[in-house]
């Protein structure tokens, strides 16, 4: 138990470290090292990321089994995509993000590429990644999801899921980045999610229509494929 205690201290501490305000003041030396660790991170992500094209960066829950309808969609979903020359990039670990790398190297014309993160617990690189990075800061780490995306998939998924689909969609609301389709995959799973939105956000004038338009709901890995290459035309 010690050993487990231990081992999650340590794999948080870097992060624990720079975004807590600990009331003890901060180590203007170790700060200045860490600034150079987070560039090597950046650096390392573009050094390895700069040839891809035609890139999707797909989100999902790390705890979606083996076997089940949303890992088997994922899978189905990736391998298309990856059939038809699109690359994607996951978070590298377990649940549906293995099964969009396992689906992107089952369709072998797209690249499969895992963007791993250090955390005390559930992130486990998967097998099944043609290009493996390893950060230890969120930020760097979403930095290169959207970068590199030409579009956003979002299956179902926890509290990791929706922090990356509302910065996503804050991105493009604030013209930080191009109009990229956004697709939430699972019309049962995100419903509430969109019905919410609309009652209390868009009744309130707090988001614009024209900014929930820019989110496509769809369960058909066919139809989602379509709605990609439509927005690529355009």
Known sequence: M????????????????LLENTHKGHDIVRDSWRVLRIQSEI??????L????????????ARAPVG??????????AKLLSTNGISV?????????????KGAQAGKEGTSVGLNIELPFEQEPNKYQDIELEFRYFFVRKLMFVRYADAYIFCPGGFGT???L?????????????????ILMGKEYWSGLLGWMKKNMLENKYIDESDLLRIHTLDD???????IKEAWKE
């Not at 890995?221 to 709605?227: G, S, T």
């Open 221 to 227: 890995p066919k139809e989602i494929l379509d709605v």
């Open 50 to 61: 700069k040839k891809l094209t035609n890139t999707v960066s797909m989100f999902g829950s």
């Open 2 to 17: 010690k050993h487990a205690e231990n081992k999650t201290l340590k794999s948080g501490s870097a992060e624990i470290e």
């Open 162 to 164: 929706l922090d990356e």
């Open 166 to 182: 509302f910065d996503v969609i804050t991105l493009i609301q604030t013209k930080k980045i191009q109009h990229s389709p956004v």
């Open 68 to 77: 089940t309808p949303a890992y088997k969609k994922s899978f189905e979903l």
């Open 89 to 101: 990039i996951s978070g590298g670990g377990p649940g549906l993000m293995e099964a969009f790398n």
């Open 43 to 48: 650096v390392d992500g573009f050094e390895n």
